[in-house]
């Protein structure tokens, strides 16, 4: 077992040239991607608080009006 990981290890450590080519493009692609997921998460949790207090606060409106006028 720990000829294992010894030799997992070593070969992560192991370095050699790549010769790979990222353009500028890549870089604009990582950061609107990584800025859609925060924006989708934001959205979920906006659509998941908001609109049952939303929901909430009309119904207790309701509730107000209707006491209103059943003591006219």
Known sequence: ?????????LLCLITSKSFAYLGPGMGGGLIAATLGV??????VLFGLIWFPLKRFFKKRKQKKENKKNNFD
Request: proline fraction near 0%.
């Open 1 to 9: 077992m720990l000829n294992i990981i010894f030799s997992i290890l």
């Open 38 to 43: 925060i924006v989708a998460i934001f959205a």
